[in-house]
Nanobody
Framework: QVQLVESGGGLVQPGGSLRLSCTVS????????MAWHRQAPGMERELVAR???????EYRDSVKGRFTISRNNARNKVFLQMNSLKPEDTALYYC?????????????WGQGTQVIVSS
């Protein structure tokens, strides 16, 4: 059973930095993509950044140049370095992985870690 646990959230002042971590327990052999999503109160969940099995990355426009997604070689940890944080980055941040099996894709989610950007 694959499970995800996020950590690293917290309260930070505008302009500050946080590093989110997500640890995947269970087999990571079928992981083809790892991502961070976020959901602010009253808003829909949105993709923040994604990294694929070959290391390709994509970011939503509002975080480009400020956030960096990375993973370890074992593909059982994914990180989100967040710099120059803004109040609008306040949200619950979720780790997400996509697993590929012979005939299907499966998406797994963590419980989320809260990020609050406020002075």
């Amino acid at each position: 059973q694959v499970q995800l646990v996020e950590s690293g959230g917290g309260l930070v002042q505008p302009g500050g930095s946080l590093r989110l971590s997500c640890t995947v327990s269970g087999s990571s052999a079928h992981i083809v993509a790892m991502a961070w999503h976020r959901q602010a109160p009253g808003m829909e969940r949105e993709l923040v950044a994604r990294i694929t099995i070959d290391g390709s990355t994509e970011y939503r426009d509002s975080v480009k140049g400020r956030f960096t997604i990375s993973r370890n070689n074992a593909r059982n940890k994914v990180f989100l370095q967040m710099n120059s944080l803004k109040p609008e980055d306040t949200a619950l941040y979720y780790c997400n992985i996509t697993l590929k099996y012979s005939t299907s894709f499966v998406s797994k989610w963590g419980q989320g870690t809260q990020v609050i950007v406020s002075s």
